[in-house]
């Protein structure tokens, strides 16, 4: 026997193929056999015709047209196809030789939905309490749920773990697993956090994360000024005709732009001046506005 290659996880629904090799060092191959939990369920034999055979057992699809000496397909596959699978392979006379070599295959039911996650907020401040669950799709065996944030696992004081839930007739699995702990600055990374990543995995078959990223509090958006002064060929005011006197109607006037800048500050920081931190933003952006204002000239 040279190898017997069974799956560790396969997928309910699917087929997979087991497959046993083997070097007879110049003997005859008499048979090769697979058993499941100790029970055959093929068998082939080169002198037989046909020469494969299948003894039907629960869990056991044998695809016997594309099964062979080296080699048997399983097609589809359900929960009860999971199990101990022996690969036996015996010389003809007079030896009789017979070595065999076995493996595990555990049957997969993938989720029925991706991972979500509930009880969070759009927004939070320094010192705010986090309190979120991320909870599976129903699968069998159970997700294996991870929370990160910003990239990195949560700690395990954190996280808050639970039970798995059983329903239904194929007594399918739903995990839910929590994550509370309160805000700090650390958490914050240029005003937003991915604060709560998932992670759902079952072994190497499956693998989905589903990710919330949230902003902390601003200021109120802070407003600033531009004014120039209109050219009076241009102004509202009323032009004075003759020896450029102003009389009592004539007015003066000026334009201003008003906008609104986002300024990303929390509002747990103080800052001594708003405009040291507007200078370090590196565009301006918001709402922009101009307004007139006139009075009567001295």
Same mark, same amino acid.
């Given at each position: 026997?040279?190898?017997?290659? /069974?799956?560790?996880?396969?997928?309910? #629904?699917?087929?997979?193929?087991?497959?046993?090799?083997?070097?007879?060092?110049?003997?005859? !191959?008499?048979?090769?056999?697979?058993?499941?939990?100790?029970?055959?369920?093929?068998?082939?034999?080169?002198?037989?015709?046909?020469?494969?055979?299948? $003894?039907?057992?629960?869990?056991?699809?044998?695809?016997?047209?594309?099964?062979?000496? +080296?080699?048997?397909?399983?097609?589809?596959?359900?929960?009860?196809?999971?199990?101990?699978?022996?690969?036996? /392979?015996?010389? +003809?006379?007079?030896?009789?030789?017979? /070595?065999?070599?076995?493996?595990?295959?555990? /049957?997969?039911?993938?989720?029925?939905?991706?991972?979500?996650?509930?009880?969070?907020?759009?927004?939070?401040?320094?010192?705010?309490?986090?309190?979120?669950?991320?909870?599976?799709?129903?699968?069998?065996?159970?997700?294996?749920?991870?929370?990160?944030?910003?990239?990195?696992?949560?700690?395990?004081?954190?996280?808050?773990?639970?039970?798995?839930?059983?329903?239904?007739?194929?007594?399918?699995?739903?995990?839910?697993?929590?994550?509370? $702990?309160?805000?700090?600055?650390?958490?914050?990374?240029?005003?937003?956090?991915? !604060?709560?990543?998932?992670?759902?995995?079952?072994?190497?078959?499956?693998?989905?994360?589903?990710?919330?990223?949230?902003? #902390? +509090?601003?200021?109120?958006?802070?407003?600033?000024?531009?004014?120039?002064?209109?050219?009076?060929?241009?102004?509202?005011?009323?032009?004075?005709?003759?020896?450029?006197?102003?009389?009592?109607?004539?007015?003066?006037?000026?334009? $201003?732009?008003?906008?609104?800048?986002?300024?990303? !500050?929390?509002?747990?920081?103080?800052?001594?001046?708003?405009?040291?931190?507007?200078?370090?933003?590196?565009?301006?952006?918001?709402?922009?506005?101009?307004?007139?204002?006139?009075?009567?000239?001295?």
């Amino acid at each position: 026997m040279t190898e017997v290659r /069974v799956p560790k996880h396969t997928i309910r #629904g699917h087929a997979v193929k087991l497959e046993c090799h083997y070097d007879m060092e110049g003997e005859a !191959l008499y048979s090769v056999k697979w058993y499941k939990d100790g029970r055959e369920f093929y068998r082939f034999v080169p002198r037989d015709d046909p020469p494969g055979s299948v $003894f039907p057992q629960p869990g056991i699809a044998v695809d016997l047209a594309n099964s062979t000496s +080296e080699q048997v397909i399983l097609d589809p596959l359900d929960l009860s196809s999971s199990g101990k699978y022996r690969c036996e /392979v015996s010389a +003809e006379a007079p030896s009789f030789q017979t /070595v065999s070599d076995h493996g595990e295959m555990m /049957v997969v039911v993938l989720p029925d939905q991706d991972p979500h996650i509930s009880g969070g907020r759009p927004r939070y401040q320094l010192g705010d309490p986090v309190r979120v669950n991320c909870t599976s799709g129903r699968s069998k065996p159970a997700v294996h749920l991870t929370w990160y944030i910003n990239g990195d696992p949560a700690d395990p004081g954190l996280v808050k773990r639970y039970e798995p839930q059983v329903t239904g007739i194929d007594k399918l699995e739903t995990s839910v697993l929590g994550l509370e $702990f309160r805000v700090k600055p650390k958490h914050f990374k240029h005003g937003d956090m991915k !604060l709560k990543v998932c992670l759902a995995t079952i072994s190497t078959v499956y693998w989905k994360s589903n990710e919330e990223s949230v902003e #902390g +509090e601003k200021l109120q958006k802070a407003p600033t000024l531009e004014s120039r002064r209109a050219v009076s060929a241009d102004s509202r005011a009323d032009r004075v005709q003759g020896n450029h006197h102003h009389s009592s109607n004539s007015f003066l006037c000026a334009q $201003f732009t008003v906008t609104a800048l986002h300024v990303p !500050l929390f509002l747990s920081q103080k800052p001594h001046r708003i405009a040291d931190h507007v200078q370090q933003l590196p565009q301006t952006t918001g709402r922009r506005k101009v307004l007139s204002a006139c009075r009567r000239p001295n």
